[in-house]
C-alpha cells in the first residue's frame, strides 16, 4: 500500500509539472498582438514606429530574498472552520512556521528554489489536519502569482487510502498517524536560481514586403538586455534606420526611418520577449509612402554689381506691384479735453443733487416752526376759554338770576356766555 502511495505520488507530482507549464505557456506563449497600426507619410519624411513596454525595463533582480516567495496556508473542514498560515519561505530567507505546535511535523525542502519542488511533507497526521491546503508562489519582480490547491482528509482505515480529482482539486485520503506529501511542484526557469536574466530579455524588428509571407519576412536588427546588439541588412549601416542605444533602460524600442522612399513601405513588427517572466508581445504596423510634399516656390536673390546702385524702394514698389500707403493718424488733441467734460459733469450733478438735499430739508424745518407756533397760540385761546368758562360757571352758581322771566334755559345760557364774552374782552 505504501509503494502504490508513493508511486501515485510522482504521478502526481509529474501531473502537476505538466499543469503548471500548460498555464504559462498559454498565458505567454508565441507573441501575442497587443497593437495594430496604419501610418501613411510622405515621401522624403521621417517615420517613427512606437513600440514601448515598461515590463521590458531592464532591472536584474538583485533582490532575490524578497523577489520570490512561497507559503502555504490551510481552511480547516472541521469548527471552526478557521484559515491559517502553514510557512513562508523565500530564497534569501528562513523557512518560517506559523503554529509552534507544526513546529517539527511540517516542513518544506530547503532546495525548493533550486529544483523548483514546492511540496509540504507532513508527517504524524493528526484529525485535526483535515482541510483545504493552498500553494501559493508569487514573484514581485515579474508580477506572477500562482497557486493550487488540495484538499486532504484523514481516516482509520488503510483500505480508504486513495487519491482521486474531484472536477476542481486533487483529494488526498491519508491514514490517520501516518505521512503525506502535498505536492506543488513548478520548474519554470523563474523559479529557480541560476538563471542568467540578461540572456532572457530579447527585442527584434522585422519587415515584410507587399506580397512576402510572415514565414519569410527579413530580421531588421536584435536587441538584448545584456548589450549585445546585431544589425541586419544595409539600412542600419547606412543610419537610414535605427533603435535607440538605451531602449532597455527606458522600455522604449521605437523604429526610427529616415528619408522614406517608396521601397520601405510594407508591414513591420515589434516582437519583445521577456522569457524569464514569460512576456511575448507584438505590434504590427503597416507603413504606406505617399508622394512627396511639393516645396514652396522661391524667388532667386537678386545680384548686384559693385557700380549699380540699388533702386530706391518706391520704384520698386511701384513696378512690381500695388503700391501700399500707410497712413498714421495723430492722436486726437480734444482726447483730455473731453475726460475733463465728463468730471465736470458728473461733479455738477453731484452739487445739484446735495444742494436739493439741502433746500428740502430747510424747508421742512420752517413748517414745522410754523406748524409749533400755531399749535402754542391755539392752546392759550382754549386755555383762556376755560378761564372764561370757570369764571361763568362761578357768576352763575353764585349770584341770582338777573332775569328770571327766561322762557327756557338755551336763551338763559345764550344772554350769560354773551356777558362773558364782553367781560373777557374788557379784561383782555
Known amino acids: 500500500m505504501h509503494l502504490d502511495m508513493n508511486r501515485l505520488q510522482i504521478l502526481a507530482v509529474l501531473f502537476l509539472q505538466g499543469a503548471w507549464g500548460q498555464n504559462s505557456s498559454s498565458s505567454g506563449g508565441g507573441g501575442v498582438v497587443v497593437e495594430t497600426k496604419n501610418i501613411t507619410l510622405p515621401a522624403g519624411s521621417r517615420a517613427v514606429l512606437p513600440c514601448q513596454s515598461p515590463r521590458m525595463v531592464w532591472t536584474q533582480d538583485r533582490l532575490k530574498d524578497r523577489q520570490r516567495v512561497v507559503h502555504w496556508d490551510v481552511v480547516y473542514s472541521s469548527p ?33 528554489f533550486t529544483d523548483g519542488n514546492f511540496s509540504l511533507f507532513i508527517n504524524n497526521v493528526l484529525t485535526s489536519d483535515k482541510g483545504v491546503y493552498t500553494c501559493n508562489l508569487h514573484h514581485h519582480y515579474c508580477k506572477i502569482h500562482q497557486s493550487i490547491q488540495i484538499q486532504l482528509n484523514v481516516t482509520k482505515s488503510a483500505r480508504k487510502e486513495k487519491r482521486y480529482w474531484d472536477g476542481e482539486k486533487t483529494v488526498l485520503v491519508v491514514l490517520l498517524g501516518s505521512s503525506v506529501m502535498l505536492p506543488c511542484v513548478n520548474r519554470l526557469a523563474l523559479w529557480r536560481d541560476g538563471v542568467q536574466e540578461d540572456q532572457q530579455q530579447v527585442a527584434h524588428w522585422d519587415f515584410q514586403p507587399p506580397g512576402v509571407r510572415p514565414n519569410k519576412a527579413d530580421r531588421l536588427v536584435d536587441l538584448y538586455a545584456s548589450g549585445e546588439r546585431r544589425d541586419y541588412g544595409p539600412l542600419f549601416a547606412q543610419r537610414k534606420m535605427n533603435v535607440a542605444e538605451d531602449a532597455f533602460t527606458y522600455g522604449d524600442f521605437s523604429l526610427s526611418i529616415f528619408d522614406l522612399k517608396p521601397a520601405y513601405k510594407g508591414l513591420y513588427s515589434c516582437h519583445l520577449h521577456h522569457h524569464y517572466c514569460g512576456l511575448h508581445e507584438r505590434r504590427v504596423f503597416r507603413l504606406t509612402v505617399g508622394p512627396p510634399v ?31 500707403v500707410n497712413v498714421f493718424l495723430p492722436e486726437q488733441r480734444g482726447y483730455f479735453v ?10 455738477l450733478l453731484l452739487a445739484f443733487i446735495v444742494f436739493a438735499v439741502i433746500m428740502l430739508t430747510r424747508r421742512r424745518k420752517k413748517r414745522g416752526l410754523e406748524y409749533e407756533m400755531g399749535r402754542s397760540v391755539r392752546a392759550s385761546i382754549i386755555s383762556g376759554g376755560e378761564m372764561a368758562l370757570e369764571c361763568t360757571e362761578l ?13 327756557n ?20
Not at 510557512?87 to 530547503?110: Q, T
Not at 524702394?313 to 500695388?322: A, F, K, L, N
Not at 475733463?340 to 458728473?346: C, D, E, M, R, S
Open 409 to 428: 334755559n338755551l336763551l338763559k345760557e345764550r344772554d350769560m356766555v354773551k356777558e362773558c364774552n364782553k367781560e373777557f374782552d374788557g379784561r383782555m
Open 80 to 112: 471552526p472552520y478557521s484559515v491559517e498560515r502553514v510557512l513562508d519561505m523565500s530564497p534569501g530567507a528562513r523557512r518560517r512556521v506559523y503554529n509552534g505546535f507544526n513546529k517539527g511535523r511540517v516542513s518544506i525542502s530547503d532546495s525548493a
Open 395 to 407: 357768576r352763575t352758581y353764585n349770584q341770582e338770576p338777573l332775569n328770571s322771566d327766561y322762557k
Open 294 to 324: 511639393p516645396l514652396e516656390p522661391t524667388t532667386a536673390p537678386k545680384i548686384y554689381v559693385n557700380d549699380e546702385q540699388e533702386k530706391k524702394p518706391e520704384e520698386v514698389s511701384g513696378e512690381d506691384g500695388p503700391r501700399v
Open 338 to 347: 473731453q475726460h475733463l467734460g465728463y468730471f465736470l459733469a458728473t461733479f
